[in-house]
């Protein structure tokens, strides 16, 4: 009807400064491009929204690597421990076993010694129900949040970020925390530490089975990225030659207000409301812990303009948090899984607001995954550029709930359209911050084996 059409028009204005035209994610590409460029500076560095990490991974892997190591996971919604073995006959990472230990809500916020404890005993039982605990295996720790990393085995939290806060880590040595609780235990002790951040481990999980992978994105709970940067551009570590991965961190882009002109009153009040106001803006518009509250904000302000739902609320919908963000790869889906969602929140509706709900969906999802390919975009664009190839082949390892849950033509659409002379093949990573951990101590030690032998 005439009054469905009117209504229809209203709400896609409504929803018109999520829509990125391709100018304006060039524009957002050229500016995250200098950004990278600060956080590389040797000066600029200090203050450079985007922190642009060394992480002392020097080399991909090249298929030689061996042996049995452990892995660690956290960063996500839960911590792992795995027990990987790396083949070289067959060129196999193979995951031996693995345990998943939840990390409740009060460790989250609490001291930082109640964390590493917790991990410590997870590590303990899952090492004595694989009858491990007399070997003294290489570990990898995939630790998902920025880190000032000194050397393979030394990294310092910078800070938090998703729903982590425990006091008493920041400005701390992760490694060194890992090895204080373990030895308050002093039951069972661990080889060499090579300390990993999820986007590094998934390249190097990817790296074994295609040596064209040098750069690695998670768009999960968090996003962020890593790629293969020329040493001489690296100022803040010695050496000119050869090449390091480089932790992007770009969930901090636009924290120096780069990105106010995009940002929409929904952005603003979830980074107001989120537990580090003024941290990781670019982060909040794109990944999984935040998407879910945008689309609810809107459609709690549409329903307030009449717009939804007869103008009627429901307690879920008035809620925080409580429109999780697996609803909208849900509501994506279909028309029918849309209705029975909103029934499912309580919510009074008709055939047209169902279809509204799945153009805020559609639409706020696929703003996360047009900024997406802008960043990605611009890392590979600058490999190209740094390596002074007319065209670059390369393949991005990817992980993270969003990227697998949503429809990924979007994103690859847009990186074709930014990265015009770039031949990108994705490869969602399996098992990725696990077994890239172990790739990571796996090439570290061949490595130093190397060098050794060269002395
Ligand atoms: C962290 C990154 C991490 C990303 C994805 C961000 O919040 O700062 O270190 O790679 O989440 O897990």
Same mark, same amino acid.
């Given at each position: 009807?005439?009054?469905?059409?009117?209504?229809?028009?209203?709400?896609?204005?409504?929803?018109?400064?999520?829509? &990125?035209?391709?100018?304006?994610?060039?524009?957002? +590409?050229?500016?995250?491009?200098?950004?990278?460029?600060?956080?590389?500076?040797?000066? +600029? @560095?200090?203050?450079?929204?985007?922190?642009?990490?060394?992480?002392?991974?020097?080399?991909?892997?090249?298929?030689?690597?061996?042996?049995?190591?452990?892995?660690?996971?956290?960063?996500?919604?839960?911590?792992?421990?795995? @027990?990987?073995?790396?083949?070289?006959?067959?060129?196999?990472?193979?995951?031996?076993?693995?345990?998943?230990?939840?990390?409740?809500?009060?460790?989250?916020?609490?001291?930082?010694?109640?964390?590493?404890? @917790?991990?410590?005993?997870?590590?303990?039982?899952?090492?004595? !129900?694989?009858?491990?605990? %007399?070997?003294?295996?290489?570990?990898?720790?995939?630790? $998902?949040?920025?880190?000032?990393?000194?050397?393979?085995?030394?990294?310092?939290?910078?800070?938090?970020?998703?729903?982590?806060?425990?006091?008493?880590?920041?400005?701390?040595?992760?490694?060194? &925390?890992?090895?204080?609780?373990?030895?308050?235990?002093?039951?069972?002790?661990?080889?060499?530490?090579?300390?990993?951040?999820?986007?590094?481990?998934?390249?190097?999980?990817? %790296?074994?089975?295609?040596?064209?992978?040098?750069?690695?994105?998670?768009?999960?709970?968090?996003?962020?990225?890593?790629?293969?940067?020329?040493?001489?551009?690296?100022?803040?570590?010695?050496?000119?030659?050869?090449?390091?991965?480089?932790?992007?961190?770009?969930?901090?882009?636009?924290?120096?207000? $780069?990105?106010?002109?995009?940002?929409?009153?929904?952005?603003?009040?979830?980074?107001?409301?989120?537990?580090?106001? %003024?941290?990781?803006?670019? *982060?909040?518009?794109?990944? #999984?812990?935040?998407?879910?509250?945008?689309?609810?904000?809107?459609?709690?302000?549409?329903?307030?303009?009449?717009?939804?739902?007869?103008?009627?609320? +429901?307690?879920?919908?008035?809620?925080?948090?409580?429109?999780?963000?697996?609803?909208?790869?849900?509501? *994506?889906?279909?028309?029918?899984?849309?209705?029975?969602?909103?029934?499912?929140?309580?919510?009074?509706?008709?055939?047209?607001?169902?279809?509204?709900?799945?153009?805020?969906?559609?639409?706020? !999802?696929?703003?996360?995954?047009?900024?997406?390919?802008?960043?990605?975009?611009?890392?590979?664009?600058?490999?190209?550029?740094?390596?002074?190839?007319?065209?670059?082949?390369?393949?991005?390892?990817?992980?993270?709930?969003?990227?697998?849950?949503?429809?990924?033509? *979007?994103?690859?659409?847009?990186?074709?359209?930014?990265?015009?002379?770039?031949?990108?093949?994705?490869?969602?990573?399996?098992?990725?911050? #696990?077994?890239?951990?172990?790739?990571?101590?796996?090439?570290?030690?061949?490595? !130093?084996?190397?060098?050794?032998?060269?002395?």
């Amino acid at each position: 009807t005439v009054d469905q059409l009117t209504r229809v028009e209203e709400v896609e204005k409504y929803l018109e400064p999520f829509q &990125l035209s391709l100018e304006m994610l060039q524009e957002v +590409s050229a500016r995250l491009r200098k950004d990278l460029i600060r956080g590389l500076g040797k000066r +600029s @560095h200090h203050k450079a929204p985007v922190k642009m990490l060394p992480t002392f991974v020097r080399a991909t892997p090249d298929g030689t690597e061996k042996g049995d190591f452990l892995a660690l996971d956290l960063g996500g919604t839960n911590f792992r421990v795995l @027990h990987v073995r790396v083949e070289e006959e067959e060129q196999r990472v193979l995951k031996m076993n693995s345990q998943i230990c939840a990390i409740p809500k009060e460790i989250m916020l609490g001291t930082g010694e109640q964390l590493f404890d @917790h991990i410590a005993a997870c590590l303990g039982e899952f090492l004595e !129900s694989q009858k491990l605990k %007399g070997q003294t295996l290489p570990l990898g720790f995939t630790f $998902s949040f920025p880190c000032e990393q000194l050397g393979i085995d030394k990294s310092i939290l910078i800070r938090w970020t998703k729903g982590f806060n425990c006091s008493g880590v920041e400005g701390k040595d992760v490694v060194k &925390l890992l090895k204080e609780a373990i030895h308050r235990r002093g039951d069972y002790d661990i080889g060499t530490v090579a300390m990993v951040n999820d986007t590094v481990g998934t390249m190097m999980s990817c %790296g074994y089975r295609d040596q064209n992978c040098e750069i690695g994105m998670i768009v999960g709970t968090g996003t962020n990225a890593c790629y293969m940067e020329e040493m001489k551009h690296v100022k803040r570590v010695e050496g000119e030659d050869g090449r390091m991965c480089i932790n992007t961190e770009w969930g901090g882009f636009g924290d120096d207000g $780069s990105l106010n002109d995009i940002v929409t009153e929904f952005d603003v009040e979830v980074d107001k409301t989120s537990i580090n106001p %003024g941290i990781h803006i670019f *982060e909040k518009m794109i990944s #999984g812990m935040y998407l879910g509250e945008i689309v609810r904000l809107v459609l709690v302000k549409m329903t307030k303009d009449q717009l939804l739902f007869k103008g009627q609320m +429901s307690e879920a919908l008035r809620t925080p948090e409580q429109f999780e963000t697996k609803l909208i790869s849900e509501i *994506e889906d279909g028309l029918d899984n849309t209705k029975k969602i909103l029934t499912t929140l309580g919510l009074d509706w008709e055939p047209v607001d169902a279809c509204v709900v799945r153009l805020v969906c559609d639409t706020i !999802s696929s703003r996360s995954a047009r900024l997406c390919a802008a960043a990605l975009a611009t890392l590979t664009n600058r490999i190209r550029t740094n390596r002074k190839l007319d065209h670059l082949k390369t393949t991005v390892g990817v992980d993270g709930t969003v990227y697998r849950k949503h429809p990924t033509i *979007e994103l690859q659409k847009a990186v074709c359209l930014l990265a015009p002379r770039c031949d990108i093949t994705f490869l969602v990573s399996e098992d990725g911050s #696990g077994k890239g951990a172990a790739m990571v101590t796996a090439v570290a030690q061949r490595e !130093s084996c190397v060098r050794s032998d060269d002395e």
